[in-house]
């Protein structure tokens, strides 16, 4: 069975740091790239960052560029979003996903996780 995991989330202070983790299980991991979507209530699930497969090419949501790293520990089948200086605008839940192309559109990616809701207060 496919699974895609995602903790770390939480409620932060602007400012703040949190460090999502996305554990996948059920498929090979090394094969697949892996994207970290966010969706706030009432507007579109937009792409946040992806990293590929196996030679770290990496994409960032001009919003998040300099603030957000990924990263990827193929040898754990769970990749990283190190999230710096939060603002409330990052409130959304965030969703890993895995596809066979390193790509910025939700719609080429196969599996998800389930969410992981965070949090920036101002």
């Known amino acids: 069975e496919v699974q895609l995991v995602e903790s770390g989330g939480g409620l932060v202070q602007a400012g703040g740091s949190l460090r999502l983790s996305c554990a996948a299980s059920g498929f090979t991991f090394d094969d697949y790239a892996i994207g970290w979507f966010r969706q706030a209530p009432g507007k579109e699930r937009e792409g946040v960052s992806c990293?590929?497969?196996?030679?770290?090419?990496?994409y960032y949501a001009d919003s998040v560029k300099g603030r957000f790293t990924i990263s990827r520990d193929n040898a754990k089948n769970t990749v990283y979003l190190q999230m710096n200086s939060l603002t409330p605008d990052d409130t959304a839940v965030y969703y890993c996903?895995?596809?066979?192309?390193?790509?910025?559109?939700?719609?080429?990616?196969?599996?998800w996780g389930q969410g992981t809701q965070v949090t920036v207060s101002s």
């Open positions: 990293i590929s497969s196996s030679d770290g090419v990496t």
């Open positions: 996903a895995a596809g066979p192309i390193l790509a910025t559109s939700p719609s080429r990616y196969n599996y």
